[in-house]
């Protein structure tokens, strides 16, 4: 989830809301995760689509800088920096990205592998 929170914060504001908003269900699982609790099994199934969503956007977005020579200047205009510095943004988003997709993709599939060892 810590790569969910960095990549919202070089989206649009409406992604920072949501992840403001998925914050509380968030800290609740893991506090409940720790516990082996059902409860935080089933906040974490829960909270785990949006960023999913939001991960595959912004992989899509950001690899749009790399491809298109405008879209690399609106991501320098927006961030107000050198199309140099917007690129590396860019690529380290990208990361992030797919990093989160596979971590959570994976996450959830252990959670459901594992599912009976909650109680």
Request: proline share 5%.
């Amino acid at each position: 989830m810590i790569s969910f929170f960095v990549v919202t914060a070089f989206l649009p504001v409406e992604f920072k809301i949501t992840s403001l908003i998925l914050l509380i269900p968030i800290i609740l699982s893991l506090l409940s995760l720790r516990k082996r609790g059902h409860s935080g099994l089933m906040l974490a199934f829960a909270a785990i689509p949006i960023p999913l969503i939001t991960g595959a956007l912004a992989v899509r977005a950001y690899l749009d800088v790399f491809i298109s020579p405008t879209g690399l200047q609106e991501a320098a205009q927006g961030l107000g920096v050198s199309p140099s510095t917007a690129q590396a943004i860019a690529g380290a988003m990208v990361l992030f990205g797919i990093a989160e997709l596979v971590l959570l993709s994976y996450a959830l599939y252990m959670f459901y592998k594992h599912r009976h060892a909650f109680l």
